[in-house]
Each structure stands twice: as C-alpha cells, then as structure tokens.
C-alpha cells in the first residue's frame, strides 16, 4: 500500500465556533464560577444592613466679602473649574465634620448602631461619617448634593441637614474673619497714612517759616521761576541757530581760503556765496567781460594792437577784470567781517545765557525743597482720603447686606425605602460578572492547557497523521457487539492503518501511549476484534508485564502466559488460548518474577515475534506507558509498526511530543497516532469524524422490525458497503 504524504502543518486560528466549543468544553467551570458569584453576591446582598439616604441640596457661591482693591469697580469673576471640587474637599473635611459629630454625638450613635464593644475615637467616627456620605454637583449649576446613609433614616435626615448648617457656619465665619483681618489691615494702614501726612504738613511749615514766604510768595516765585526758565530756553534757541548759521559761514570761507587764482575764485566764489546778497552783481559784469573779449577778438586780426579801437577795446576789458577781481576779493572779506560778528554774538549770548543759568539755579536752590515737600505732602494726603473712603464704604456695605455664600435650598427628608444595597442592581450585576468571570476562566484555563485538543495539534507538534478518532465511553467491542456505533470508529482506523503500511507484510503492531490511562489497552483491545471480525487471524499478546489489563476484559485466566514462554517453562501452543471470538487468539502476560525485568529485550522474545508474524494475519503487542518503563520502546523497536494513542485533553504536548522522538529514537516506525476519549457531543471539530455512523447505527438498533435483517448483514461481513464508504471518505483528509 502506498503511504500517506505528509502535508505541511498550517498555523491554527481560532474561528467563532472554536470559541463556542471552548465554552461548551468548559461549561461545567463557567456554569460553576456563575453560580458561586451568583450566589455569593444574592447571600451577601441579603445579608448586608439596609440603609436609608437623605440627600440635601444647597447653592454655593464664591466668597465675596474680602476687600477689594482701592480704586478697583466690581470684577465679574470667570468660571472656576475647581471652585466646587475644592468645595467638596471642605465639607468633608475634620473642620465640618467634627462639628456635626460633636452636636450629635455620633460617636456614640455609631456605636450602638454598629455594636462596637469600645467608644470610638473622634477621628474613627469621622472616617466613619465620611465613608456613609457623599457630596456630589447638580450638573451644570453651582448646587451641591450632600447624601448621608444610615440604618436609622431619621438620623441620616438629621445629619446630612447638620451637615449643611455646619458648612454654611464655617464658612460665614471663615469669610468674617478674613473681612475683618483685610478691615484691619485697611486700618494700620490709614494710621500710617495718616502719621505721614502729618510729617509732611510740618515739613511744608518749617521751610515756609525757614523761607520767609508765605503760599502767594510761593505762588509769584513758581511763576517767576517760570518765566526766567522760558527767557533761558529762548537765549539757548537763539544761540543754536546762530551756531549753526556760524558753522555755515565757517566751512563757506575754508573751501575759498584754499584757492589762489583769481580764475578760480571766479567760479567758485558765485556758487559758494550763491545766497548772499553781495554776490548779485557778479553775473553782469561777467556778461561785460564775455562782451569786452568778443569785440577784442573780431577787432584783433585787422586793426592789430597799436590800433585805437583795440586799445579801448583792451582797456575795457581790463577795467571789467579789475572791478571782478575786486568784488570777488570784496565778497570773501565781508563773509570774514559777517562771520566774526555771528561769532562775537555767539560768546555775548553765550555770557547770557549761564548768567541766566546761575540765576535760575540760586532761586530754584531756595523754593525746590519747600516744591517737592508740598508734593510729598499732595500725594500722602490723597492716600489717606482714598484709604477713608474705602474704610467708609466698607462700613457701609457690611452694614447694608451680610452675603449669603452658603444656601439651602431642599433640607433633608426621611427616605421612604433603602437605597443600599440595590439588591435587583447588585443580583444583576453578580449575573454579569459572574458571567464573564466564568467564561474568562474558561478561556484563561484554556490557554493554560497546553494538551492535545484537536487533529491539528497533532499534526503541527508531533508531525504525524492521525488515523482514527475514538469516542468517549468505549467499552469491549465483544461486549458492545459488532453493531455498536463504536465499533465503526475502529473500522475506521483498521482501513487507514492498511492503506498506511509500506508492505503488507508488516503485520506485528504495539500500541503505546505516553503516559497512563490514555486508553491504550482498550484501543488495541477492540481494534484486534475489528482485524478479527473481518476474517483475518488475529494474535494479542499481553507484553505490559508490570500490569496487565488484556485478560480482565476476556475474563481469561493470567496464571500462564508471556512470561513462562520467554523464561522456558512452557511451549507456545501451551500459553496461547482461544477467545469467545472467531479468529482472535490470546497471549496472557503471565506472572512476572522480580529477577526477570529485562525479559522482552531478550533474543528468545525476538524469535518469539518472527514466530508469530508466520503464524498470524496480524499480531498485536500491548505495551506499558512508553515514558515509563523501557519495556515499550523495546516493543516498538521489534515490531513492525507502533501506534501512538493520545488521550483528549490529558497530558500536555510536550509529553506526547517526547513519546514519539522516544519512539523514533530506538527505530520504531510509527504508523500514526490515535485520538482517544473524545466527546463527540461537546466538540463539533469531531463530530464529522464519526457522527455520521454514530447516529446511523444508534437509529438503526432502535428499529427492532429489522433486527434480523441487520444480524444477517453483520454475519455477511462486518466490513460491508457503509464501513468501506466512510472509511474512504475518512482517507480523503490525508
């Protein structure tokens, strides 16, 4: 038979059904988990006091009583976002709440109502009383809710009213209290005030006294100080503007000084005096001496020099020169003359001008002392007249109106019924959490096992196919019957086991398990009756020596068996014995001496199997748990093929994982592996594995009108027509 191919494993992801299998797989934790919170929660609800709430609702507003600043009008105060937080804080706080407890001495209350055997400390009552209270906002107003719980209702109507009266006083008090610090502080400061302008009144006097003067002289000398110190301001305007105009002339005459030529001067000369009046005949009588040069030229080439008219013609020509040169000459010396007079005016207004300064300084000398006490004086006396009129307002105001700060608005009432507990809010809520507190469990349990839950675990860890599918609750199939809906299971893993084989010839087969209890014996039990009922010759030979389980479920005898074989004490034909079923043969394991332990690795245990593998169609060895003696992975180094049990939900992976590399490691050949004890109810991933033969033969053994059509099918062959079909539609997964 050709061997399955191995498929590459595929990463798991959990679908909503895996999820709904988890819960039913763990219903039992989830129902148990929801009802212990359940209950809990009812037994505790019904258990705890009742207590009754009275809740009092009072308008808070900001402290407006302090002073306010001198000159400051009245300011809108913003929104304060912390304004009733803080507010929370005080009327919790031991300020308040000592009060309350001292004038209705709750300190004794609560010891009665809670059966304290000592009195209680102020500050134990206070926690007390501030654990049953609560001060909560009315969303979007300045009103605050105080609720107060207790057993008793009329006293919990009484305390959350006290509770608000307390507050209300602390806080008129505390407000009084900083109005009369700030009054006083006003005060103090209006006694200074007024110590200060007293000083200043007698200073004003002694330097009146020291002057000589009285306040009209004080007055006629402020005037006369003024207008000498405007005469001073004007000398100084007036020397400015002839320094400058000096500074002109000066850097006029410096540019001219440096040049020599008259030629030169004659050019310069008009453009430098340009705006002085002196230079308005320059341009005439150089439009004459362009005049006298032209005729001189046209008279020249014909007369020749000696000529009259080019004599006078030159003789004019030099007087224009002569009278240029002497008014440019002219020009030059009275910008001299000007500047020397701008100058000598410049050290006469110069002379005035400090002689007016040294004036101006001895008069001011005597007057401003007696000037800068009078306004010292001015300035303290409009603090004290603004330091008494804030005083005299404030007098006013505060005997006007007393501000309300704190209001009640609706006191306290006695409750009608309990508010705590909330037994419908606190069953609901123990519904709720019970819930998910069992269903985490659930999934928390879940994530924690790490055992084989389904094929694909198999297939991902231990890289093996999975051949067969068991149902929970299998019995003997001898006493089940061959009709038994378990029984299509091991038909199931008998076809793929054969189509698994390399060779038809590898017929011996151990069946292990990692550990014990994983349905091993069972498994091997009823799939040698499958092998047997289908007509092949069949050998189960009881190699688990240490505890043997086989001849129980034949109730057959184990006084001979393997053992007394191996160690020659009887022949084979001596220790084999017949089963109730055809073609199924019985190995016992025999008694096992002490000193014969090591026995199955023995030659004669080898030969023993080549024995049987001739004698029988196929021989099935029954082997210990493989991770506890050596005794399995003896067995499965002699066989020809080893199945693997793994029982649903039992043993982690790493522990079936460490079974086949045991396996592998002493040359087995593992054929495949078998899930066990699967509940086929519960989890849908199996279901289609054998849910359809399962129901098919449940309903079929129901219908007692073909009874006996169904004994003689069964005769006919137990591998009939649905056997072969689902077992090739089980091949199709591999």
């Known amino acids: 038979m050709e061997s399955f191919k191995q498929e590459a494993p595929t990463e798991s ?62 300011t809108v105060q913003g929104f304060d976002p912390y304004f009733l937080q803080t507010e929370f804080e005080k009327i919790q706080s031991k300020a308040v709440l000592y009060s309350v407890i001292s004038n209705l001495d709750l300190g004794t209350f609560y010891k009665k109502t809670r059966k304290y055997d000592v009195n209680l400390k102020p500050e134990e009552t206070y926690m007390l009383l501030k654990n049953d209270m609560s001060v909560n906002q009315m969303r979007n107003t300045e009103l605050i809710e105080i609720t107060v719980y207790s057993e008793d209702k009329a006293m919990a109507t009484k305390i959350a009213n006290e509770i608000a009266v307390e507050y209300r006083r602390w806080r008129m008090e505390d407000s009084d209290l900083r109005y009369k610090e700030g009054f006083s502080a006003i005060s103090n400061q209006l006694d200074t005030a007024e110590q200060l302008l007293a000083d200043s009144k007698q200073q004003v006097t002694n330097l009146l006294a020291k002057l000589g003067i009285t306040d009209l002289d004080e007055s006629s000398t402020r005037n006369t100080l003024a207008m000498e110190n405007q005469q001073l301001m004007d000398y100084q305007r007036q020397y400015d503007s002839l320094n400058i105009e000096y500074g002109k002339m000066l850097k006029q005459l410096s540019g001219v000084d440096a040049i020599e030529k008259i ?52 003789l004019e020509l030099d007087t224009v020169q002569s009278n240029i040169e ?101 069953i609901a809520l123990g519904v709720v959490v019970g819930l998910v507190v069992g269903v985490g469990l659930a999934f928390f349990i879940e994530y924690l096992d790490t055992s084989v839950k389904t094929i694909d675990d198999v ?69 040698a009756c499958i092998f047997a009922q289908n007509g092949s010759r069949v050998l189960i030979v009881d190699s688990d020596l240490r505890r043997p389980s086989i001849h129980k479920i034949l109730r057959i005898s184990n006084t001979f068996g393997l053992t007394n074989y191996l160690l020659g004490q009887k022949p084979i034909e001596e220790v084999i014995q017949k089963t109730s079923l055809e073609n199924l043969d019985f190995l016992p394991s025999g008694k096992l001496p002490s000193s014969s332990m090591g026995i199955l690795s023995s030659v004669k245990m080898k030969e023993l199997v080549k024995e049987l593998k001739r004698r029988y169609d196929f021989v099935f060895f029954d082997s210990p748990p493989i991770m506890g003696v050596s005794d399995a992975s003896v067995l499965a180094s002699e066989v020809d093929v080893t199945l693997q049990v793994i029982q649903y939900r039992r043993y982690p992976q ?59 099918g069964q005769k006919n062959g137990s591998t009939g027509k649905s056997t072969e079909s689902s077992s090739r539609l089980d091949l199709k997964k591999y």
């Open 459 to 527: 297939e991902r860890a231990l890289q093996a196919h999975v051949l067969g599918v068991i149902p929970q609750n299998v019995g003997s199939l001898l006493d089940e019957g061959a009709d038994s809906p378990h029984a299509e299971a091991y038909r199931v893993l008998r076809t793929n086991m054969l189509f698994s084989r390399k060779a038809d010839t590898q017929n011996t087969i151990t069946v292990v398990s990692g550990g014990a209890g994983e349905g091993k014996s069972t498994t091997l039990f009823n799939l």
């Open 263 to 314: 030629e030169e001067l004659k050019t310069v000369v008009p453009v430098t005096f340009q705006d002085s009046a002196i230079t308005v005949n320059l341009p005439a009588l150089f439009q004459r001496e362009a005049d006298a040069k032209s005729r001189l030229a046209g008279l020249g080439p014909d007369l020749g020099k000696e000529n009259p008219q080019f004599k006078a013609a030159q």
């Open 654 to 712: 790493p522990m079936t994982i460490r079974a086949k590399q045991m396996i592998e490691k002493v040359g087995g050949n593992l054929l495949g592996v078998v899930l066990n004890n699967i509940n086929m109810a519960q989890d849908e991933n199996y279901y289609y594995y054998s849910g359809y033969y399962y129901d098919y033969y449940s309903k079929h053994s129901d219908d007692d009108d073909d009874e006996g059509s169904h004994k003689n």
């Open 326 to 426: 002497d008014k440019v000459y002219g020009i030059i010396k009275g910008a001299r003359i000007k500047a020397n007079s701008v100058s000598n005016q410049l050290a006469m207004l110069d002379k005035d001008i400090k002689r007016k300064q040294e004036q101006y300084r001895e008069k001011s000398s005597e007057i401003m002392p007696y000037l800068a006490a009078k306004e010292e004086k001015t300035r303290r006396q409009n603090v004290r007249d603004s330091l008494e009129m804030k005083i005299a307002q404030e007098r006013i105001n505060a005997s006007l109106n007393s501000p309300l700060i704190v209001k009640v608005i609706n006191p306290a009432e006695d409750a009608i019924k309990p508010s705590r507990p909330n037994k419908a809010l606190n």
């Open 13 to 74: 992801s959990l679908h909503f059904l895996d999820y709904w299998r988890i819960i039913r797989i763990r219903k039992t934790v989830i129902l148990a988990v929801f009802l212990l919170v359940v209950l809990t929660t009812t037994l505790v609800t019904f258990v705890l006091p009742e207590f009754f709430a009275s809740t009092v609702t009072i308008e808070v507003k900001k402290d407006s009583s302090t002073l306010e600043k001198i000159g400051g009008g009245n």
